[in-house]
T-cell receptor, first 115, second 112 residues
Framework: NAGVTQTPKFQVLKTGQSMTLQCAQD?????MSWYRQDPGMGLRLIHY???????DQGEVPNGYNVSRSTTEDFPLRLLSAAPSQTSVYFC??????????????FGEGSWLTVV | AQSVTQLGSHVSVSEGALVLLRCNYS??????LFWYVQYPNQGLQLLLK??????LVKGINGFEAEFKKSETSFHLTKPSAHMSDAAEYFC??????????FGKGTTLSVSS
């Protein structure tokens, strides 16, 4: 059971380049989301999805694009990288049922530097 | 919209002292509440969660939190701090069918 898998773990980009952070989960979770973590800001929600074909914006969506064509995968695309997007990115997934099943699982993070 | 406020970005305690990390939430309906811990250069680890069962929730590593609806609070406590508890702690709130929202975090320092 791999849980939530993020790739790559480390990436350096030049300003203006585009790239995709991959996120995959093998737990058949409906809910998936992307966060960025910056010092003193906590984890801020970029985009999230409550099922295949359904996505919504979070707190800081500008400069990022997502799609959810399958239950398992939720890639995050940086359209034209900027130094302000230097951050640690976390993918998360969980089920949407009520009760004790509401655990959210996190990937190990992706460290992105834009120069 | 739901939100989370963590009071105090830094908390310092002595080893063996009580740990109290404060979290207040805002939500129009009863939420699910979580505490996560993050050690340096690592990912997030779930400490405990409240999902409308018992209001006093016990988690890993001796931590517990009490859900108080009247105060909209979910403070994290540990009776006796250990050096290994030094980390960053995040409170988070979630309603059914929506995203998990985090507070800005509290860094806990433990001195000997």
């Amino acid at each position: 059971n791999a849980g939530v898998t993020q790739t790559p773990k480390f990436q350096v980009l030049k300003t203006g380049q585009s790239m995709t952070l991959q996120c995959a989960q093998d737990m058949n979770h409906e809910y998936m989301s992307w966060y960025r973590q910056d010092p003193g800001m906590g984890l801020r929600l970029i985009h999230y999805s409550v099922g295949a074909g359904i996505t919504d914006q979070g707190e800081v969506p500008n400069g990022y694009n997502v799609s959810r064509s399958t239950t398992e995968d939720f890639p995050l695309r940086l359209l034209s990288a900027a130094p302000s997007q230097t951050s640690v990115y976390f993918c998360a997934s969980g089920d949407l049922t009520g009760g004790s099943g509401n655990t959210i699982y996190f990937g190990e993070g992706s460290w992105l530097t834009v120069v | 919209a739901q939100s989370v406020t963590q009071l105090g970005s830094h908390v310092s305690v002595s080893e063996g002292a009580l740990v109290l990390l404060r979290c207040n939430y805002s939500s129009s309906v009863p939420p699910y509440l979580f505490w996560y811990v993050q050690y340096p250069n690592q990912g997030l680890q779930l400490l405990l969660k409240y999902t409308s069962a018992a209001t006093l929730v016990k988690g890993i590593n001796g931590f517990e939190a009490e859900f108080k609806k009247s105060e909209t609070s979910f403070h994290l406590t540990k009776p006796s701090a250990h050096m290994s508890d030094a980390a960053e702690y995040f409170c988070a709130v979630k309603k059914a069918g929506t995203a998990l929202i985090f507070g800005k975090g509290t860094t806990l320092s433990v001195s000997s």
